[in-house]
């Protein structure tokens, strides 16, 4: 294991400074040396160790497990460790062992394989640079995966960060009759980067004492020896794996009430460890980073060449490679089977693993059309809670659903209820009430634990959907950008399979009641169009049959992040499901039903186009846009206008900004260059502006939307104050006619009576 | 205390359901109650029940004490205080004790006092609706406040919020020597709204654990029967306050050298204490909310009539108000002297206690123009790290600097660190170091703990900078709305003074090497252009002269939220201070010494314009976009090219959007309709559309920006994958002349041969 672990310290510190020389048989020269250091030492040989000691484990006794690594710039050990284990072929097949490979996986370091590239590195769900989220997605990836056990290192300053400090609990949340295992290690160093951590100055004492507060059993591995570690950290994994067996055996003897309690391992180690103790005299090992050699080069280069070569011999590179650059026996004693590897672990390349989801028929939960409704109003939400309840009840272990807000979800979800139950964060085993109804739901009252668990629960292969309210869905914006990423970047690699889609689903939106208004601020919907991958989609339903039928693409989707607003108080029925899947299929469609355009598919095709183009987002907005059509058609019916509704915002993009955007021609087929046009926007005002762009230039509209204008009470009152409601949507559309008679001031004037007498 | 707390319970019982019969010397009817509930039970009497017991403490010790209240739905114990207190006259002036005014105040309730005026209500720094920030404020307001004692009370949904958790750790932050302290009460009763809580489950043992471990003495106060509570909890406050007083006595005492422990007081009561036990067999107390008696009034009024008058009645009213509803003198006993009160905290109206920053005159730190300096690029950033070193000195105990990314900060500020340090997170007292280096740099690795940490600060009055990432800065999207909303509703309560501006500086930005580029999500921009109310400002200073310039009026303002974005790569020096200052007021300028207009005032006043409009906005863009006005001037001698150099970004808006926006006329001279215009813009592209938004239309114009690509190893590299280097810039400014001849065809070819001979 010593020899391991000198291996892939060596094929770290190789690809961080080498480019050439690769089994150090040659004097260092500057040639040897890459022009640039692309990462830092601090914390790779404390990733290394584990991996080395986690191998044993896996080895041993025959177990499933994954590496989530939460410190950043620790690339370079996974890599290395790829190498070792064999799965570096992913990276840059084909491949074979040996000394070029080696100089191959040095100089690739940094440019090829790098930063962007993570979803490169097999054997990882997790991508680096923003910090928190390692702890929320290994319980996410061993949620319902019984025989899996995540091992999540933990470093100084992912510790300190918001997300991560509330994942503590997560364990808790595991249910050991279904859930798989989660060991964190927590690599302790004092240090994130250049100050003291908040968990620096704890003694062992309190820090025994918080981590049993949290429920956990803590292992302390501390020390600067590494033969003493190695021994250590021996003795502990060994009794976490104990642990997590224990807990595994309760699972199955009905008399265990209580569960054990989850292991965790405080690994205390020297920041750059293994590295020079001194450099020119200033402490190195212990307290800085790499990067400072890069400096040190700059001031002396002889000294900086013959320090390097020293570290870099101190692997005793000769007893780990023999001089075709081919792995020594003993080094590679410790290495698992390639299926147990943790870079070749299949559940951290979750499309291989997954299952399709079961989705019901949806013509059973079909709505009818207001036509044949009595009560237009009535049943609100039902069909979509209803199909939920299906898909629960169809799915099993294939499907969760994640939530930060429960009052919501506790009334928008009702209907599940009766078949499933919140997850409870407990050391108890309750089976009986979990036979009786299985707990799907998670709730956890922050959105960045939930985002992170439902990313962790997606890559492992499994489905789900975030239930989340649109007042707080902005508190994710710089994950949904960095899955974004992550989705973006991993469907170019061949070898990582597709992985369900990442679904949104906003509830209690801008125009709920005004606990909504007065908690509502802007972001989510503007991070997600600037989103440049074209992966990020957002899907405005305007009534209930389209709603399910977006809801059930979003569920069919892979690769790819969908966010769809439903608005709690509008079910309406405009459309039939059929209807509804076709329009959802389009995106937008001209609702030729509402118009007053004589024939539709003629005027498309002409040049002369209707007189106005009334085109809405949302259930709301097209609730009120039809009713405008209406006061419309009643002062003005020799009007020829044209309804458009817009499901799939990005249809109204352009396509270099994304891939569903319409082509100009079709765009300017369905919206005349030359006709008036007023949108209706369900979000803030300035992203329809944004998704527009440059298809503003040159046309005459107006653009309703939310202006973050409060108003008390009423949804009425409080469309009027964000001139969204039937009437400033009127006077809107005939503001833009460009014509000045009597008719038409007199039209304006009737509509301005009847806003006085209100809806 | 059992009156006061009695008398605190029914003032907020009656604002929820009472519009009439205040005094309930009637029986209850229809008529008394209101239409709707407004806010629930589940977290008020604990607020008014530490309310009650901070009361005691206050008047027995002469504490000078803050209340923060992490719990939402908390708003009726903070008015019904307010008005025990007499501060209530703030809210509602005139005001005097008696029957009208109890029924004021309960009519006002969900009407005129609710939601979005939280900052009318006296005594607080904390809005609601977003959970996880209280301990922070709490933190934030003591820093620097050597007297103040902030007490927090916690709930059980905002201990599971990601902020909350990471918060934990902060009282190790706080110095003895010169800050204040914090008192958290926990307010446990198992529930987060409708699911059970992470720290529902952990036993008093481990919740003991769990908080030593945190470093704190716990205190645990637990009971159902409010005759045992008021003991308890009378007994924990004494002893934290006494813990308090220890910390503060060790802290003069130069002997000692580790700081007492900071005392939290865990307070388990039910969910909906006093409320009634039972309804129609269902439990209420312990387990839900005021809510549920709504929908019990549908199925029975008369059921309901009688339950919520004997519950109000359970308050003994006639011990509280005598018949004229004046406070009677016993409930009345502890309340303190009114500056002493909580609502009357004047830590919590900052302003009023806010005393200016000192600020070094900027010529010390000018910057010569390109003109006259040897080598233009360097000492870069170096005028603006001096210039914050000298506020440091000058300001003591006034100002601090608050960071997430100790990465980048330490490269940035590197020079502060002479005579600053950043405050450890420790329990030893270094009276030694502090002495020597005060530590006014608060680094934490959690975006919103630090932003949390700074608005509590702020709000407290005094001043400070947050120094953030742009590649990280959209963390805290969510906070700046929020945060928007506090400051522009404040304004306009005329007894909230003015308090300083809060202060982004961005560094290591979009343009930054590999690093960024890999780890940049957008979002941060864009949601501060959505904000509605006007108060947030996005500056871009190109050079050194117009940051320092724009530094200075940030941290001048008031009552707003101001970005600067600071490449660390670019520090040019187009510009002295005082034009820097002239630049920065007017928040953009035609730069006539660039562009090629022969008379610039005739210009822009006369009809005729130039050829062309370059208009830049940032550091980076502005650098290329010079370079591509060199290009074509060198090309095309006769074009009239007007520069254009944005530093104010909100000055592009429309009025209608943001105060600062130009208004239509002044727009079009800057940028005539006809005259083609090229934007290259710092940020994402899509956000310079959203700035833009109805001026786009009827023009002719190019906007170039980030848009989001990726590219290796160097800034030229990455600028020409997103086409906002020179020549790309100066090839969309030549595709925009709509003229058809030979020259502006080899003018194109030339500059197509000089971007393929690069820079």
Chains 1, 2 share one sequence.
């Not at 699972?251 to 180690?269: F, G, M, N, Q, Y």
């Not at 801008?510 to 208004?517: H, N, V």
């Not at 995106?587 to 024939?599: C, V, Y």
């Not at 817009?646 to 955007?661: I, T």
Request: hydrophobic share 40%; with cysteine; aromatic share 8%.
């Amino acid at each position: 294991m010593r020899l391991h672990w000198r291996a892939a310290n060596y094929l770290a510190l190789g690809q961080i400074f080498l480019r050439g020389n690769p089994l150090m048989r040659e004097a260092l020269t500057l040639d040897h040396l890459k022009d640039e250091v692309f990462s830092c030492w601090g914390t790779i040989p404390g990733i290394n160790l584990i991996y080395t000691h986690l191998n044993r484990l896996i080895k041993q006794r025959s177990l499933q497990m994954m590496l989530v690594v939460g410190p950043g710039h620790g690339c370079a050990a996974l890599i290395g460790n790829a190498y070792l284990d064999g799965s570096y072929s992913r990276l840059d097949p084909p491949f074979k062992q040996g000394r070029d490979s080696i100089e191959r996986l040095f100089c690739r370091f940094g440019y090829q394989t790098f930063a962007h590239d993570v979803p490169a590195i097999p054997g990882t769900i997790q991508s680096g640079y923003e910090l928190g989220y390692s702890l929320a997605h290994a319980v996410g990836a061993v949620f319902d995966n019984k025989d899996l056990i995540a091992c999540c290192i933990i470093g100084d300053g992912e510790a300190e960060t918001a997300t991560l400090s509330a994942s503590w609990h997560l364990p808790a949340y595991l249910n050991p009759l279904t859930d798989g295992a989660v060991l964190p290690v927590v690599h302790l160093n004092q240090y994130k980067i250049a100050a003291r951590s908040s968990l620096s100055y704890l003694s062992n004492a309190r820090l025994t004492s918080l981590f049993t507060g949290l429920g956990y059993k803590p292992y302390i591995v501390e020390g600067a020896d590494p033969e003493l570690v190695h021994m250590l950290l021996a003795g502990a994994m060994d009794q976490a794996a104990d642990d997590i067996e224990a807990i595994r055996r309760e699972a199955s003897d009905r008399e265990v009430k209580v569960r054990s309690l989850c292991p965790i391992i405080l690994l205390k180690t020297p920041k750059g460890w293994t590295g020079p103790k001194l450099i020119s005299g200033e402490p190195f090992e212990g307290s800085a980073t790499a990067l400072k050699l890069q400096r040190l080069f700059m001031a002396d280069v002889d000294f900086y060449l013959k320090l390097l070569e020293r570290w870099l011999h101190s692997y005793t590179i000769k007893s780990l490679f023999d001089s075709a650059g081919h792995l020594l026996p003993e080094p590679a004693a410790w290495i698992p089977e390639e299926k147990l590897t943790l870079s070749g672990c299949p559940h951290a390349n979750g499309g291989l693993l997954r299952e399709e989801l079961k989705l019901p028929p949806l013509e059973e939960y079909g709505v009818e059309t207001d036509a044949d409704r009595e009560d237009p109003a009535s049943e609100r939400h039902l069909p979509l809670a209803f199909y939920l309840r299906e898909i629960i009840a169809l799915n099993g272990l294939n499907f969760r659903l994640f939530s930060s807000d429960c009052n919501n979800s506790a009334l928008f979800l009702a209907p599940i209820f009766s078949i499933t139950q919140r997850v409870s964060p407990t050391d108890e085993i309750d089976r009986e009430r979990l036979d009786e109804k299985p707990a799907r739901v998670v709730e956890i009252l922050s959105q960045t634990v939930c985002q992170a668990l439902l990313e962790g629960y997606l890559l492992s292969g499994r489905h789900g959907l975030y239930i989340c309210s649109e007042q707080h869905s902005n508190l994710v914006v710089s994950m949904l950008g960095r899955y974004a990423n992550w989705i973006s970047r991993a469907a170019e690699i061949d070898w990582r399979k597709e992985v369900s889609s990442f679904n949104y689903l906003q509830i209690s939106t801008l125009w709920s009641p005004k606990l909504a208004q007065a908690s509502c601020t802007p972001g989510f919907a503007a991070a997600a169009i600037e989103q440049r991958s074209g992966v990020t989609n957002l899907f405005f339903p305007a009534d209930a049959g389209t709603l399910l039928a977006v809801t059930e693409n979003c569920l069919k989707a892979t690769n790819c992040i969908n966010s769809i607003v439903v608005d709690a108080h509008s079910q309406d029925g405009w459309l039939t499901v059929g209807q509804g899947r076709k329009h959802a299929a389009a995106g937008l469609s001209i609702w030729s039903w509402a118009g007053s355009e004589k024939e539709e598919k003629e005027k498309v095709e002409s040049a002369s186009g209707p007189d106005l183009v009334l085109c809405s987002v949302g259930a709301i907005p097209t609730r009120e846009m039809l009713q405008a059509v209406k006061i419309l058609r009643g002062i003005l019916p020799q009007l020829s206008i044209r309804v458009v509704n817009v499901v799939w915002l990005n249809k109204l993009q352009s396509p270099e900004f994304h891939p569903a955007g319409l082509e100009a021609d079709r765009f300017d087929q369905i919206f005349p260059p030359d006709v008036p046009a007023v949108f209706a926007y369900h979000g803030y005002l300035t992203e329809i502006y944004t998704v527009l762009g440059e298809r503003l230039e040159g046309r005459r509209l107006k653009v309703k939307g939310y202006r973050g204008c409060y108003a008390d009470s009423s949804l009425q009152n409080h469309l009027i104050a964000n001139e969204l409601d039937r009437f400033h949507l009127a006077l809107a559309a005939l503001d833009l006619i460009d014509r000045n008679d009597g008719q038409l001031a007199s039209a304006k004037d009737s509509i301005k009576s009847l806003m006085i007498e209100g809806f």
